[in-house]
Antibody, heavy 122, light 108 residues
Framework: EVQLLESGGGLVQPGGSLRLSCAAS????????MSWVRQAPGKGLEWVSA????????FYADSVKGRFTISRDNSKNTLYLHMNSLRAEDTAVYYC???????????????WGQGTLVTVSS | SSELTQDPAVSVALGQTVRITCQGD??????ASWYQQKPGQAPVLVVY???NRPSGIPDRFSGSSSGNTASLTITGAQAEDEADYYC???????????FGTGTKVTVL
C-alpha cells in the first residue's frame, strides 16, 4: 500500500522559513517523480513544484520560484520542500503527491498524502 | 495562456448524468486529468489520459476531449459523487502542471 506522510507544517512569521517533509512507503521511491500541491483555505488546488525520480530535474510555479526549493533523499524515501521568504499568501495545506512516471512533468498525480497546514502570520 | 477554466458549480439528480467541462489552450496539446476532492480529504485521481481510470474508480466516470475543452462525465451519479472536481494538465512549456478552477458537484 502506497503511503505518503507529510510533516513540518505550522505557524511562521512573514519572511520566515519552513521545511516540509514527505515520507513515502510502499513504492520504489526513486522510480517516480514527486510533486507538491497546495490549497489555500476555501480555495482551489495550485501546483507548486515537481522533481524527477533521480532528483536531477526540478520545476516550480512562478508564484514560488526563487523562494521554494524542492529536493529528495532517495536513500530515505523522503521528499522535501524548503520554503523561504514566506508570505501571507503562502498560507495553505501542502500536499505531496506521487507522479505516475519518473519524469516530473509528464505523469499524473496518482497518490496523495493527507497534507500539512502552513500558516504565515504575525 | 496556461489557465484552465471550469464552471463553478453544477447539480445533478440522483442516477442522472452530469458533464463537467474544462477549457484552456493547453488542452489542444495535452490530455486533462481529473481529480475528485471531498471536504477535508486529499484529492483523488479519477480519470487521466485519453480515458483511463485508476484501479478502484467506478466506470461511471469517463473522460473525453475536443479542441480546447476536456470533459468529465458521471453517468448515473451517486450520492457519494458529491464533491469538488478539478481538471489538470500540462502548461504550454510541457513541464509545469496547472489545475482548473474547480467545479462543485451537488447530487440532488
Amino acid at each position: 500500500e502506497v503511503q505518503l506522510l507529510e510533516s513540518g507544517g505550522g505557524l511562521v512569521q512573514p519572511g520566515g522559513s519552513l521545511r516540509l517533509s514527505c515520507a513515502a512507503s510502499g513504492i520504489t521511491f526513486s522510480s517516480y517523480a514527486m510533486s507538491w500541491v497546495r490549497q489555500a483555505p476555501g480555495k482551489g488546488l495550485e501546483w507548486v513544484s515537481a522533481i524527477s525520480g533521480s532528483g536531477g530535474n526540478t520545476f516550480y510555479a512562478d508564484s514560488v520560484k526563487g523562494r521554494f526549493t524542492i529536493s529528495r533523499d532517495n536513500s530515505k524515501n523522503t521528499l522535501y520542500l524548503h520554503m523561504n521568504s514566506l508570505r501571507a499568501e503562502d498560507t495553505a495545506v501542502y500536499y505531496c503527491a506521487k507522479v505516475q512516471t519518473a519524469a516530473a512533468g509528464t505523469g499524473e498525480l496518482d497518490y496523495w498524502g493527507q497534507g500539512t497546514l502552513v500558516t504565515v502570520s504575525s | 495562456s496556461s489557465e484552465l477554466t471550469q464552471d463553478p458549480a453544477v447539480s445533478v439528480a440522483l442516477g442522472q448524468t452530469v458533464r463537467i467541462t474544462c477549457q484552456g489552450d493547453s488542452l489542444r496539446s495535452y490530455y486533462a486529468s481529473w481529480y475528485q476532492q471531498k471536504p477535508g480529504q486529499a484529492p483523488v485521481l479519477v480519470v487521466y489520459g485519453k480515458n483511463n481510470r485508476p484501479s478502484g474508480i467506478p466506470d461511471r466516470f469517463s473522460g473525453s476531449s475536443s479542441g480546447n475543452t476536456a470533459s468529465l462525465t458521471i453517468t448515473g451519479a451517486q450520492a457519494e459523487d458529491e464533491a469538488d472536481y478539478y481538471c489538470n494538465s500540462r502548461d504550454s512549456s510541457g513541464n509545469h502542471r496547472v489545475f482548473g478552477t474547480g467545479t462543485k458537484v451537488t447530487v440532488l
